[in-house]
């Protein structure tokens, strides 16, 4: 018979081609005697074994019987030493299998030096255990990337697959699970073999179906999840011997995951995504060991396993394809960095911006504000003097009606009196009236200036014109003219260079109210000064009204300005004056950017002095 190679393929006549019973092998090998140990290394015998040398027992797996009851099996590798002082080695092999689909002796007995093959034995052991070491970490390791970012579904999926593919190594090839566990059974690694197996197709598509969702079939991933769970229950309902029988269904399941994974991973580089083309590389080699191994469980050209290795150079890919996304995901985040900078420069001129669109907002509405608070205090201003001061001549205008319809006045000399002093009450509440609506409409900003460039010189001519008429027929000194500033001793400024931006009409009505104001008080051969001045440094024109008439007592100058105020001895307490020119005066000279004065002195004068803006022409 050939051996390697497993009973099935036996003639029939043995009666072993299900894989069931028991068979005794015998060799005879020549050596040359040596003082030295030699050593045969014995493989997986599926599925127990009984090993003599020169009629000496010395190596047993399982309990080796002719039926299911009177046998059991167990399966691991083992290195037997012996004497090598004999030219001849007759070894003699019992082998019985009722509990696998298959028996015999699969692999190649190794026979040599005791050192050397215990050499070979650890080369072989340390490379096995840093690939299940290396798959144990790395599955590990992929399972705490999914802990911390469950986004990325595909690093689960890859770790359990690198642990299925670790425990079915464990159980395979020196078994070294069982012989860590020794209460561990054979069926129950065999369990773990098949159950391990099923799930790395099911993890493995996953995987794949993880990387490259669009690309792959969601139907085809629901079908491969059921079957492989249906296989998994099937090994755990079933013993081995029957269970081992589906190995074909469990290899054509293989194939056609791996056969799409393939397509789905060549279209995934077809439409150039992300990492397609490691991930392309890695499967197909997974793949190819993958078909090794099924030639290797069927005896057909293979002699070892390779699927480990695949998976290790699959790692290898994976590691490159977290290095891609990793480098991709730092240049991400450089580049939303980026836009996140200049997006915060954006937003700080954005704010910038809104918060000067802001403050331009509250400073209208505080200047809408102040115009209804003026308003307002116009309106009740207006009301008030409307009751207090209209009240008074009203009721003059009544009693003289009264009188005149209860016979009191009789004559036509009386008559036409009376009638002379209501219409003198008339007019003067005409005067009144309109001083308050238009010291009203000052007050609120309603009042309309019609404003024109005009020279100091020639406005100053004109007013000097138009009042010294006036004030000279009343027998008091009339002086008006420019007087240099201080700062101009040296180099007086001809006013003709001196521009003011006016409403020359309102203008007069200031200086109307101050010049009549002083003829009121002004003894006859008493003075009266217009006088004008530019000062060159705030670049404002001054003018003064200045009188030697009775003065105003210090204790009512804060008050002079003031609507309505009026005192014996006060400048607006002109008989019959309405106690508003001043007042009208002020709002004007304040509408034109301008402020107003009084100096006095008690029986010696007044000077009201106001400033207007005015600028130097070249």
């Not at 020196?174 to 099911?202: C, H, N, P, R």
């Not at 009191?408 to 001083?435: A, D, F, P, T």
């Not at 009339?478 to 180099?491: D, L, M, N, R, V």
């Not at 009026?566 to 008989?575: F, I, Q, T, V």
């Amino acid at each position: 018979m050939d051996v390697p190679k497993s009973w099935n393929s036996y003639p029939s006549g043995f009666g072993l081609k299900g894989g069931q019973g028991f068979a005794t092998y015998r060799l005879n090998v020549l050596i040359d005697q040596a003082d030295q140990l030699l050593a045969i290394r014995v493989p997986n015998i599926f599925s127990s074994y009984k090993l003599w040398i020169n009629g000496k027992l010395l190596a047993t797996a399982g309990q080796v019987g002719t039926s299911r009851d009177t046998s059991s099996a167990e399966q691991f590798p083992r290195i037997v030493t012996f004497n090598g002082q004999a030219d001849k080695l007759d070894i003699v092999v019992q082998v019985s299998n009722f509990q696998h689909r298959k028996g015999g002796i699969w692999k190649d007995f190794t026979l040599g030096d005791n050192s050397d093959i215990t050499k070979s034995q650890m080369k072989l052991t340390v490379q096995e255990m840093i690939i299940f070491g290396s798959l144990m970490i790395i599955g590990i390791y992929h399972i705490g990337l999914y802990a911390f970012r469950r986004q990325e579904y595909f690093t689960l999926y890859f770790g359990l697959l690198c642990l299925f593919v670790a425990a079915r190594t464990s159980v395979t090839s020196d078994a070294y699970l069982m012989q860590l566990f020794t209460s561990l059974t054979w069926e129950a690694g065999m369990k773990v073999e098949y159950i391990s197996f099923a799930l790395s197709v099911v993890s493995g598509y996953l995987y794949i179906y993880g990387l490259f969702p669009k690309d792959a079939s969601k139907r085809v991933k629901r079908i491969i999840v059921s079957f492989g769970i249906s296989l998994c229950f099937v090994v755990l309902l079933t013993p081995a011997i029957g269970f081992t029988r589906l190995l074909p269904v469990f290899q054509l399941f293989v194939l056609l995951a791996s056969l799409y994974s393939l397509f789905v991973l060549i279209t995934a580089q077809m439409r150039k995504r992300e990492g397609a083309s490691f991930v392309l590389a890695g499967v197909a080699v997974f793949v190819v060991t993958i078909l090794n191994d099924m030639l290797f469980y069927n005896e057909w050209f293979a002699n070892n396993q390779l699927v480990p290795l695949g998976l290790f150079f699959f790692i290898l890919m994976q590691s490159f394809i977290i290095s891609t996304r990793f480098s991709s995901a730092l240049r991400r985040v450089e580049q939303v960095s980026d836009e996140l900078r200049e997006l915060n420069i954006h937003l700080e001129e954005r704010i910038e911006e809104r918060t000067e669109a802001l403050r331009r907002t509250n400073e209208t509405l505080e200047q809408t504000n102040r115009e209804l608070a003026r308003v307002e205090m116009s309106r009740r201003h207006l009301m008030t003097n409307i009751s207090h001061d209209l009240r008074t001549p009203i009721t003059l205008l009544q009693g003289y009606l009264e009188a005149m319809q209860d016979g009191v006045v009789k004559s036509e000399e009386q008559q036409k009196k009376y009638i002379r002093m209501m219409l003198g009450k008339v007019g003067g509440l005409n005067r009144l009236i309109g001083n308050l609506f238009e010291l009203t409409k000052l007050e609120a900003g309603q009042l309309r200036f019609e404003y024109a460039e005009v020279t100091l010189s020639e406005w100053m001519n004109q007013l000097c014109e138009h009042y010294e008429l006036d004030v000279r027929s009343r027998g008091i000194q009339f002086i008006c003219g420019y007087t240099p500033s201080p700062e101009e001793q040296e180099e007086p400024l001809p006013p003709e260079r001196i521009l003011l931006h006016i409403d020359q009409q309102r203008m007069d009505q200031v200086l109307a109210n101050l010049i009549y104001n002083a003829i009121k008080y002004t003894p006859a051969e008493g003075r009266i000064a217009l006088t004008f001045q530019f000062e060159r440094n705030s670049n404002r024109a001054v003018v003064k009204v200045g009188d030697t008439g009775s003065g105003i007592e210090s204790e009512h100058m804060p008050f002079i300005f003031d609507r309505f105020y009026k005192k014996d001895k006060a400048r607006n307490s002109a008989e019959g004056g309405s106690g508003l020119g001043l007042a009208i005066a002020k709002e004007i000279v304040e509408a034109h950017d301008g402020t107003i004065s009084a100096e006095s002195v008690f029986g010696e004068g007044t000077v009201i002095c106001f400033t207007l803006p005015a600028v130097l022409a070249e």
